[in-house]
């Protein structure tokens, strides 16, 4: 067990650790796609890829003022500039490099179809009415984000033997970092106790077909996901890649602690 | 430089709506490979800012334009046919004051 | 070959103030130098993205990393609106495109400096930006109506770079001493590739007098300088940073400031293409076009297959 994996008692502390936990994903998400600014295959898809980065950040940005709001600590921008690796609660998936195109894109559908399925259910379940209207708010743009990466899903699979060769290699590639998207744990369960989260399980089955239609229909092989699953990194035991994210994300903001920036 | 095939996507004409109720207007054009495409690229552009609640998307080659040519044929004889315009008639003076 | 008749009448039209539309009869130059600027400026708000886009991923604040990411998204997109007015004029975009990244089409050269720290940002915004508007807003009028419209929607957009850039320069200036001093370096920097944005002065610039006489353009580059100088040398007093000219002195007779010798030996060397980042901005974008063909390719062959399935299923 690691030295930062403390378990949430009350409501208040479980609904903190959900929220840090989808902003951090949010935040290492964002900033991956927007490192595609001024690089995109075309100049349409570098203002989509923007979207979804602005997107990305503005979910992050509001779940985290809400955290901030019921620890009492200053702002947002405390937990995405003032904590170390191994204290952020992402996913793996998201903090790997960004890859070319098919990558990025493997990865967005992946994770919006999670995000979809998950916002759905938390909506209909949670009792915290400022934590629902925000997933609500958040929802409508997970759909499209969804309907973006999906449609070039088809196009790559289906579209020129390189592309078709490039899509396959993405998901390949990815697949042992989807594991991590079905994971429960302690943390999990107090929050699901306490309707602020819930049993991921009960969309497995959804996720599973919307993504397995989908790959199929873009002339694809769904990957073996009897292999090795990555895990652990909810709770900071990251891959090599976050230290260098956060080293470029928070250098700024931490040389020079008593300036504004605001 | 890469000059095999013209990977150029087709041009299409975007038009939005406004408001509820309002006409469509013509937004400016994006590329894009087919038409769910040009919609999203439609949507990425041109309704950054909440500028419209409905896109239309049109391949730019299937739009009919009028042409310079055509302007006094088309536009002119309407210049002269007032009764076309309510200015044209007069109302009762009783009836102008309670407007 | 354009006869005298047809000449005569299209100046005709410019003089009346009417704007000309892409299918009306134009002067084969017309098109020509309307295709160079238009271009241009479209080139340059693509290679734009780059400088600040150096900076998205270290941006301070989240806030201020939304408002840097929207607006190098609101850069692609006023790109797309140029390069998409200048095709009415019956050129692909990839053409276009290809002419600047293999060929000898200009962009603007204040792309060409590097952005080396956070204050950078703020000062592109205040007065890389505030020149671009100054320039817009007269372009906003231009006769042909495509760029007119074009640049109309630019402008509105745009406002909020210049005040976003500015607004962040001012709480450096009122912030801590490493604040004031990156902020200072800055505009240090900066301050004359600016003023050479506006182009060679009224005396060695061929292209203006035939621009302003088909209402292209409406004010010589001297004037647009001298307007937004003055302007500046007002805004810098608000937030207390120097402007790095000794020369600045108010003409009380004339009303407006007057500066010292731009630098234009570093201005046509950095046109040549001998900048600080000249070469590393067009390897940028050549990679970006290049790495991007098999995606543009493989969405063309989808719609092609698509299609196909469709007319057979029919």
């Known amino acids: 067990m690691s030295t930062l994996d403390t378990i949430p008692k009350t409501k208040k502390e479980a609904l903190v650790e959900i929220l840090l936990r989808l902003a951090d994903d949010r935040i290492v998400h964002g900033h991956?796609?927007?490192?595609?600014?001024?690089?995109?295959?075309?100049?349409?898809?570098?203002?989509?890829?923007?979207?979804?980065?602005?997107?990305?950040?503005?979910?992050?940005?509001?779940?985290?003022?809400?955290?901030?709001?019921?620890?009492?600590?200053?702002?947002?921008?405390?937990?995405?500039?003032?904590r170390d690796d191994i204290e952020f609660k992402n996913i793996a998936m998201l903090e790997l490099p960004r890859g070319d195109f098919a990558f990025t894109i493997a990865r967005q559908f992946l994770f919006s179809a999670f995000s979809y399925f998950l916002y759905e259910k938390?909506?209909?379940?949670?009792?915290?009415?400022?934590?629902?209207?925000?997933?609500?708010?958040?929802?409508?743009?997970?759909?499209?984000?969804?309907?973006?990466?999906?449609?070039?899903?088809?196009?790559?699979?289906?579209?020129?033997?390189?592309?078709?060769?490039?899509?396959?290699?993405?998901?390949?590639?990815?697949?042992?970092?989807t594991g991590e998207l079905f994971d429960l744990d302690d943390a999990d369960q107090v929050a699901i106790e306490h309707k602020v989260y819930v049993d991921v399980s009960t969309f497995h089955d959804q996720w599973k077909n919307l993504v397995h239609e989908t790959i199929e229909e873009g002339t694809l092989t769904v990957p073996d996901s009897e292999q090795y699953m990555f895990s652990g990194a909810r709770k900071g035991r990251h891959t090599e890649h976050l230290g260098r994210l956060l080293a470029e994300m928070q250098f700024l903001r931490r040389s020079y602690p008593d300036a504004t920036w605001k | 430089m890469s000059d095999q095939t013209n990977t150029e996507w087709p041009l299409w004409e975007v038009f939005y709506q406004?408001?509820?109720?309002?006409?469509?207007?013509?937004?400016?054009?994006?590329?894009?490979?087919?038409?769910?495409?040009?919609?999203?690229?439609?949507?990425?552009?041109?309704?950054?800012?909440?500028?419209?609640?409905?896109?239309?998307?049109?391949?730019?080659d299937q739009i009919v334009a009028s042409t310079p040519e055509d302007v006094g044929p088309f536009f002119d004889p309407a210049n002269d046919k007032a009764y076309r315009h309510p200015q044209f008639y007069s109302v009762p003076r009783a009836v102008k004051k309670r407007k | 070959m354009?006869?005298?008749?047809?000449?005569?009448?299209?100046?005709?039209?410019?003089?009346?103030?009417?704007?000309?539309?892409?299918?009306?009869?134009?002067?084969?130059?017309?098109?020509?130098?309307?295709?160079?600027?238009?271009?241009?400026?479209?080139?340059?708000?693509?290679?734009?993205m780059l400088p600040e886009g150096n900076w998205i991923t270290r941006a301070p604040s989240l806030k201020r990393k939304m408002v840097l990411l929207a607006k190098v998204q609101d850069e692609a997109g006023h790109g797309l609106y140029l390069y998409s007015a200048t095709e009415t004029l019956g050129i692909e975009r990839r053409e276009l495109v290809e002419g600047y990244i293999y060929g000898n089409a200009k962009y603007s050269s204040i792309f060409n400096y590097p952005t080396l720290t956070y204050a950078d940002i703020c000062v592109i915004g205040w007065l890389?930006?505030?020149?671009?508007?100054?320039?817009?807003?007269?372009l906003a009028k231009s006769s042909y109506g495509p760029y007119a419209r074009a640049n109309l929607r630019i402008c509105k957009e745009e406002s909020f770079h210049k005040k976003q850039g500015y607004e962040m320069l001012a709480k450096m200036m009122e912030g801590t001493e490493a604040q004031q001093k990156m902020a200072q370096d800055a505009v240090n920097r900066w301050w004359w590739p600016t003023l050479m944005m506006f182009g060679p002065n009224d005396s060695d610039s061929p292209n203006s007098a035939e621009l302003i006489k088909w209402g292209v353009k409406s004010k010589t580059n001297d004037?647009?300088?001298?307007?937004?100088?003055?302007?500046?040398?007002?805004?810098?007093?608000?937030?207390?940073?120097?402007?790095?000219?000794?020369?600045?002195?108010?003409?009380?007779?004339?009303?407006?400031?007057?500066?010292?010798?731009?630098?234009?030996?570093?201005?046509?060397?950095?046109?040549?293409?001998?900048?600080?980042?000249?070469?590393?901005?067009?390897?940028?974008?050549?990679?970006?076009?290049?790495?991007?063909?098999?995606?543009?390719?493989?969405?063309?062959?989808?719609?092609?297959k698509k299609k196909l399935r469709k007319e057979k299923a029919s």
């Open chain 1, 32 to 82: 991956r796609l927007s490192e595609w600014a001024g690089h995109g295959p075309e100049l349409e898809e570098d203002l989509a890829l923007a979207n979804v980065a602005l997107d990305m950040i503005g979910h992050a940005s509001s779940l985290y003022s809400y955290a901030a709001e019921l620890e009492g600590k200053e702002d947002e921008d405390h937990y995405a500039y003032f």
């Open chain 1, 122 to 177: 938390l909506i209909e379940t949670t009792d915290d009415e400022q934590f629902k209207g925000m997933l609500s708010k958040h929802l409508k743009e997970i759909k499209y984000h969804l309907r973006h990466s999906r449609e070039w899903v088809l196009r790559l699979g289906d579209g020129t033997e390189e592309s078709h060769k490039r899509m396959q290699e993405a998901f390949n590639e990815i697949w042992m970092y």
């Open chain 2, 18 to 60: 406004p408001k509820d109720g309002k006409p469509f207007e013509h937004a400016g054009s994006v590329h894009a490979p087919d038409s769910e495409m040009a919609l999203q690229n439609a949507r990425d552009t041109y309704a950054r800012r909440n500028e419209g609640i409905s896109l239309w998307v049109v391949p730019s």
């Open chain 3, 2 to 48: 354009d006869t005298q008749q047809q000449l005569d009448q299209f100046q005709e039209r410019i003089d009346n103030g009417e704007k000309i539309e892409p299918k009306d009869w134009m002067p084969e130059r017309y098109r020509k130098q309307l295709i160079r600027i238009m271009s241009q400026h479209a080139h340059s708000e693509i290679v734009g």
């Open chain 3, 128 to 138: 890389v930006d505030g020149a671009a508007i100054v320039n817009q807003t007269m």
């Open chain 3, 223 to 304: 004037e647009l300088r001298q307007h937004f100088v003055d302007r500046m040398v007002m805004e810098a007093e608000a937030i207390n940073v120097e402007l790095p000219d000794p020369d600045l002195t108010y003409n009380e007779e004339t009303g407006h400031w007057e500066f010292g010798e731009i630098p234009w030996d570093e201005f046509w060397s950095v046109v040549k293409g001998d900048g600080p980042m000249n070469r590393e901005r067009i390897k940028a974008r050549q990679k970006a076009y290049e790495s991007g063909e098999w995606v543009r390719e493989a969405a063309m062959e989808y719609a092609r």
